[in-house]
């Protein structure tokens, strides 16, 4: 019964109304405005973990928008090295302007760059959907050559990733893996789980090997269980790794356990006012959505 509620109202989602959807954001979101934000990573931080922060939106349509959003990371980087935060940033190359030509995007992405290495912090490529594959890779690589405060996304539901990651001959390398989150046709991505958990685990692995430095991006506690084991039969160093999370994600105590190996995990923190279109994605994803809105509606 229960699951026949939770695909209805996952499919019924944008009816919801709104002041349901912002009861469960807050689980989610970390407010609309950088005093929310840093509020939460704050505390995070005081609980032992890192955290990484992301302006919710992606897709502006001009130049300006582009440019706002810019301004807005660099203050951000200022105002997480002003209150001494263990927080890096996330950025989506679309919301920086890649829509709006390579050019847009390199030179928001360089002032960004800039600004970690002025601060010593780090700036995360988040990848979106395989049409900004190439060029994220690419910008990418330009960034590495001259610098060591930048790192991406690679998704293991795609077939190319473990040779996209062979192909960057650098030993800086730092990437989060991560499953991948848009719908991907099956010429270019695995589609059933099992199938992409393998593929994780072969990247993780080659990744391990490689000494590169990796973001382990996984809700999957079955998942986890196995990258527990590749960590110790490989006996990989705690220093070339960390455990990444969506802020509010319940993870049944395995982030104690993390912290109990000494292990380090940062929370990806999203903010801002596009808090909705999040939420609803958040929200889909959860298994327990059907007692949750329930629980909301009734209250
Ligand atoms: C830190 C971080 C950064 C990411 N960055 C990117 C990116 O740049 N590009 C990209 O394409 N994707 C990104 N993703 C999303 C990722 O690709 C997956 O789509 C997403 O994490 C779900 O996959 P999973 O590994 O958690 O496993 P799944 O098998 O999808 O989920 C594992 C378990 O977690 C549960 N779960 C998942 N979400 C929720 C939720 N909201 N509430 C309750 N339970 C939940 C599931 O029900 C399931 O039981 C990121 C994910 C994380 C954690």
């Not at 922060?53 to 440019?67: K, M, P, R, S, Y």
């Not at 105002?79 to 919301?95: F, T, Y």
């Not at 847009?104 to 594959?133: C, G, P, Q, W």
């Not at 393998?198 to 973001?215: D, H, P, S």
Request: proline share 2%; with cysteine; charged share 25%.
């Amino acid at each position: 019964m229960i699951n026949i509620l939770n695909s209805i109202i996952i499919n019924t989602t944008t009816l919801l109304p709104k002041s349901i959807v912002q009861l469960f954001a807050g689980k989610y979101v970390a407010g609309e405005n950088h005093k929310t934000a840093l509020n939460v990573v704050k505390s995070l931080n005081e609980n032992g973990f890192s955290a990484t922060i992301d302006i919710l939106g992606e897709h502006v349509v001009n130049e300006n928008e582009a440019e706002k959003i810019t301004t807005e990371y660099i203050d951000l980087f200022d105002e997480i090295a002003e209150n001494k935060l263990d927080c890096n940033i996330s950025i989506k190359p679309s919301h920086i302007g890649l829509d709006l030509g390579e050019g847009v995007f390199l030179s928001n992405l360089k002032l960004l760059v800039k600004r970690a290495e002025y601060h010593d912090n780090f700036l995360r490529i988040d990848m979106e959907s395989s049409s900004a594959t190439d060029i994220t890779i690419k910008a990418y690589r330009e960034m590495l050559q001259t610098s060591t405060t930048v790192g991406t996304v690679f998704q293991a539901y795609l077939f190319r990733t473990l040779d996209d990651i062979k192909n960057i001959q650098n030993d800086q390398l730092n990437f989060r893996l991560c499953k991948g989150i848009y719908k991907e046709s099956e010429d270019i991505s695995i589609q059933d789980r099992k199938h992409i958990n393998e593929n994780y685990l072969k990247i993780l692995r080659y990744a391990f090997t490689a000494e590169n430095y990796v973001g382990i991006a996984t809700h999957d506690i079955d998942l986890l269980k196995e990258i527990y084991s590749l960590i110790d039969e490989l006996n990989v160093s705690p220093s070339r790794f960390e455990f990444q999370i969506l802020y509010g994600v319940p993870m049944s105590g395995w982030l104690e356990k993390h912290l109990e190996n000494k292990f380090k995990v940062r929370i990806y923190v999203p903010f801002g006012p596009d808090w909705y279109e999040y939420s609803i994605r958040r929200l889909k994803e959860n298994p327990n959505i059907a007692a949750y809105v329930i629980k909301n509606l009734f209250r």
